[in-house]
């Protein structure tokens, strides 16, 4: 399943984003969804995800109340907006899909499909 997401860029602290993640050949609302970033020379870590149902959303403790998961069903595509961004949530973000769980996890091996990802630079 092709997936690509985009919409980083260079903010300042305090600054937003809207980061985008489309499909190629799958419709998105079928699936759970999560969003990973990782930091250079940290491990990936989960942000946020949607159920199979897109019924509910979980985030990590670290962005809880400023990043927020949304979409539009007719474009097929997921955002994650970000405010108030922080030094600290520098890194590559990532869209993945799972296939196959109806539950919204934050565990990396459980996704199937990976888009390329999107540098995201918080900076003064």
């Known amino acids: 399943v092709p997936l690509q997401a985009s919409g980083g860029g260079r903010v300042q602290p305090g600054g937003y984003l809207r980061l985008s993640c489309t499909a190629s050949g799958r419709t998105l609302n079928s699936y759970a969804i999560g969003w990973f970033r990782q930091a250079p020379g940290k491990v990936r870590e989960g942000v946020s995800c949607i159920d199979r149902n897109h019924s509910w959303k979980y985030y990590a403790d670290s962005v809880k109340g400023r990043f927020t998961f949304s979409e539009d069903t007719a474009k097929n595509t997921v955002y994650l907006q970000m405010n108030s961004l922080k030094l600290e949530d520098t890194a590559v973000y990532y869209c993945?899909?799972?296939?196959?769980?109806?539950?919204?996890?934050?565990?990396?091996?459980?996704?199937?499909?990976w888009g390329q990802g999107t540098q995201v630079t918080v900076s003064s």
């Open positions: 993945a899909i799972d296939m196959y769980s109806d539950s919204c996890l934050l565990a990396d091996d459980t996704y199937n499909y």
